[in-house]
């Protein structure tokens, strides 16, 4: 019977987050020892999908799923990871979750230790018993050596680098007798080439040994090399599923961006022959977003895009530049030097910054609608104010600010009850066209726009992306534009940076077709004839 | 209903709850043989006097620095004011004036001592001040006894050194803003002086607010990383807005002795941050919201329930309830407040 059916199947899964769909229709199966690369970009579906597998609770309190998952044949609903773990299904998180102060042998051994009895174990019962370190240390080397690496097993976590830390998780995982399947969340991303492939060796030893493992990465390489068989999520839903064998990076890489039938298609190609921002050697620590070795030159009039997957450092780049992240590295702004670190003197430069994040850093969510619109145009560059006994007291000019307030919610079609409506009551979409005119009023002569449309609906997001356009072409203001969506960047840029790993990856005209840019972000070498 | 819920909701419970109390206290007043025209200019004086030490709080709420239980520094502030003044000798009307000038430098000082640190304390700014005011009161209790004060008003009689607990401010500046256009009916008297002093000082914080710098303090407590980004510097605003508070504190303190009389030193200002924090929020104000308005109101309010209550409530059942009316009151409007604080995200 075993023989027959496949190790897991998971038949028609759908989820959704708050009326979100996050999940279509996903049906895949995966036999015995067989390795599954799953693949898409962020956002896909990919962490969803294995915590359903792997019954986290967030998916119970957010609404359960709808689909079945077989394990062997047999029908299975994990309610607890615990369920799925007694099961002898692993997995190693994107995230550690290691004891820091534990050694190797103790944190792969975790609540399944070796025990010995002793006197107190007659008295007070199993609670009491030794730790049998002897044969915990046999049982670890023993684990530590189905994963392939030279790891010493007295050594604390906290000593540990990544690589080390990485490999002890999988080994942990290992170490149970029962286990059959498991999950590697981006197992590669932390280590070093040696490292990875090391890790990729031992998976195929164990895919060998029957061990069947899911196995998600955005190295396309890794997963060629490595997978039998490739699963491709975008959306929600699987676009691609194809043995290994039939099918090659960029036809991957093409269908994870993919979404070839909305590309608007540009003919016109801009030209420009002033370089107006230059930025070199560019870091910047912003937790989750550092930002290490970036440099480019952006034109006078240009839309520049900078694109790329989560976490690898592009929303870094405008909060390191606009000076709310420290940073350093050479900004050179129409010939002048522009300097780090303050959010003053990047304003006073003329720089101005829709942030990715709304709520905390774009809006002031207790106030109105003009106060929000024209603060920052107001401390920075006095407008809005009304001299009195000279220059003595700088008074708030109400009427102004209502009216160039009302002046943007017309022309953006902002939907409020007027300009005093508090910010926090607009919807998403609404409250980001309020932070773009927040950075129109001060006119500024380079724009950065982070995830202008993240979390807002189609209608707004084609607003926004308009006003941009509008801005650019009419005020021939210079405009940055961040954004997780190749797409969008394409359909609106004049160039594309591509950041992968803190660094630029490459620069590219939004002409050339989506599958360049999808392996740029994968880590590949561009296809030769890259524009820079 | 529906109106009435909109009412309830725009006025809050417990301003709805302590205007009626109010309310009935005024209308019991009668039969419980209390002259009206006595407690109502009772009420009006103790707004007055206390106004200014409530609207004191307004601009740290502003800034984001929550309530400020600090207030007794900028009462000591003033203390220091009035005691160099009449050090000094200065007598007459013109010496509230001297006390406020005298009082500014020691106001400026500490209020940017106190804003330094609570600039390093973000997020637990109100526990803080609470320790700010309570140790600076402690430390005073010394250096009254110590400070080189020989003026024979206010020194202790037998040895010659060290300040009284009380220092009468007769012959100095008593009533130097009460009496300025009073107006006198029968038991009625209205202190026009200081409430148009009060008024002036409210006028001051409002137009403050509608300056391109208190805008950004509003922005600074509204949501500190907007402002930031903005290119606004918060710890200076921060700091602005405590020397702001601690000034008005010590402003406040000084009207409050012209109307009362009498300097109060040593433990005097201990308690008195807690009825100008309960009187600000019965006001309507919260712990990063307040306005004019809110302090006007609440001041009145509070006030008018600390005066009315022992003479109407005492007649009634013929024992001393104020002082447990005004504890639970005021305490119990502190802990409402906390418990609508709004942690991270709003």
């Known amino acids: 019977m075993k023989d027959k059916s496949p190790l897991l199947e998971m038949r028609n899964i759908s989820k959704d987050f708050f009326g979100n769909s996050v999940l279509k229709d996903v ?56 369920e799925a773990l007694d099961d002898g299904i692993g997995m190693v998180h994107q ?45 670890a080397l023993k684990a530590i050596g189905k994963v392939g690496v030279q790891l010493h097993e007295d050594m604390l976590i906290s000593d540990m680098p990544v690589g080390h830390k990485q490999f002890t998780e999988i080994a942990r995982e290992l170490e149970k007798d029962n286990i059959k399947l498991l999950v590697l969340d981006e197992p590669t991303a932390v280590l070093a080439e040696s490292e990875a492939e090391i890790l990729l060796k031992s998976m195929k030893k164990l895919s060998s040994e029957g061990i069947s493992i899911i196995f998600i990465s955005h190295r396309l390489r890794e997963i060629i090399n490595i997978t039998d068989k490739i699963l491709i999520l975008r959306d929600g839903r699987i676009i691609q599923e194809k043995p290994t064998s039939s099918t ?53 009039g240009e839309i520049f895009g900078i694109g790329g997957l989560a976490g690898q450092g592009k929303l870094g780049i405008p909060n390191g530049i606009m000076g709310l992240f420290p940073g350093g590295g050479e900004i050179i702004l129409d010939g002048k030097k522009i300097g780090l670190n303050s959010p003053r003197i990047a304003l006073d430069s003329g720089m101005a910054f829709v942030s990715e994040d ?58 409020c009850t007027g300009y ?113 | 209903m529906k109106y009435l819920d909109r009412i309830v909701e725009k006025t809050g419970w417990p301003r709805l709850i302590i205007g009626l109390f109010l309310f009935s206290l005024f209308i019991a007043a009668p039969f419980a043989q209390v002259k009206i025209g006595t407690s109502l200019s009772d009420t009006l004086i103790r707004f007055g006097m206390n106004g200014i030490m409530v609207l004191a709080l307004v601009p740290m709420i502003h800034s984001g620095c929550g309530l400020n239980f600090g207030l007794p520094l ?84 037998y040895e010659g050194v060290g300040l009284r607990t009380t220092i009468s401010v007769e012959g100095f500046y008593l009533h130097a803003l009460s009496n300025f256009l009073a107006v006198r009916i029968g038991t009625f008297f209205l202190p026009t002086g200081m409430l148009l002093f009060m008024g002036f000082v409210c006028f001051l914080v409002w137009a403050f607010l509608h300056t391109k710098t208190g805008t950004a303090m509003t922005a600074v407590g509204s949501n500190p990383v907007f402002a930031r980004a903005s290119g606004v510097n918060i710890d200076r605003m921060r700091t602005i807005s405590v020397i702001l508070s601690t000034w008005l504190g010590a402003v406040g303190i000084i009207v409050y002795q012209q109307s009362f009389g009498f300097i109060q030193l040593y433990m005097g200002p201990f308690y008195m941050a807690f009825p100008a924090v309960a009187a600000i929020l019965i006001g309507g104000a919260s712990v990063n919201k307040a306005s004019i308005m809110n302090v006007l109101i609440g001041a009145f309010l509070f006030q008018g329930i600390l005066t009315m209550t022992p003479s109407v409530m005492n007649s009634i059942i013929q024992m001393d309830m104020s002082e447990v009316i005004r504890i639970i009151v005021s305490n119990g409007m502190i802990l409402y407040a906390l418990t609508r604080v709004k942690k991270g995200a709003h």
């Open chain 1, 420 to 532: 005093s409506q508090k910010a926090q009551e607009l919807s998403g979409g609404n409250q980001q066209k309020i932070c773009l005119a927040k950075a129109f009023i001060v006119e500024p002569r380079v724009l950065f726009v982070s995830e202008p449309t993240r979390g807002i609906d189609v209608g707004a997001k084609k607003i926004v992306l308009d006003t941009l356009i509008k801005n650019n072409r009419e005020k021939g203001t210079t405009i940055i534009m961040i954004s997780s969506e190749l797409e969008e960047l394409r359909s609106v840029c004049d160039r594309i940076a591509i950041v992968d790993e803190g660094k630029i990856a490459g620069i590219l005209p939004a002409t050339r077709p989506a599958a360049d840019f999808g392996l740029l972000m994968l880590g590949t070498a561009p296809v030769s004839g890259g524009a820079e």
């Open chain 2, 74 to 157: 900028g009462i000591i502030a003033g203390l220091l004011g009035a005691t160099i003044t009449i050090e000094l000798g200065a007598t007459g009307a013109a010496s509230l004036f001297i006390a406020i000038l005298a009082a500014t430098p020691f106001a400026l000082v500490f209020g940017w001592g106190y804003g330094n640190l609570l600039n390093r304390v973000k997020g637990n700014e109100m526990m803080i001040a609470t320790y700010v005011g309570f140790s600076s009161v402690a430390f005073m209790c010394m250096m009254w006894l110590l400070l080189p004060y020989s003026s024979p008003t206010m020194v202790w009689g």
């Open chain 1, 95 to 139: 995230e550690f979750s290691l004891l820091p102060g534990f050694t190797a042998a103790e944190n792969i051994l975790l609540n399944r230790e070796s025990t010995k009895n002793n006197f107190m174990t007659e008295l007070f019962g199993d609670r009491m018993k030794n730790l049998d370190r002897k044969d915990m240390r046999k049982r």
């Open chain 1, 358 to 415: 709304r709520r905390d850093v774009g809006l002031l969510l207790d106030e109105p609608l003009d106060w929000n619109i024209s603060f920052t145009a107001m401390q920075v560059q006095n407008k809005f104010l009304k001299p009195i006994f000279g220059n003595l007291i700088k008074w708030r000019d109400e009427k102004a600010i209502q009216n160039a307030a009302k002046g943007f919610i017309d022309a953006l079609e902002i939907k």
């Open chain 1, 248 to 300: 090659n990076i960029s036809e991957i890489a093409e269908a994870m961006v993919g979404r070839e039938l909305e590309v608007s298609k540009r003919e016109d190609v801009r030209v420009f022959d002033r370089t107006f921002l230059s930025v070199s050697r560019l870091w910047v620590n912003m937790p989750g977003e550092t930002v290490r070795d970036v440099s480019f030159d952006v034109n006078e």
């Open chain 1, 27 to 82: 049906s895949f199966k995966l036999e015995k020892g067989e390795i599954l690369g799953l693949v898409g970009e962020n956002g896909a579906g990919k962490t969803t999908l294995m915590k359903i597998l792997f019954g986290m609770t967030v998916i119970r309190d957010t609404g359960g799923y709808s689909g079945e998952i077989f394990l062997e044949g047999k029908p299975v609903s994990y309610k607890t990871p615990f």
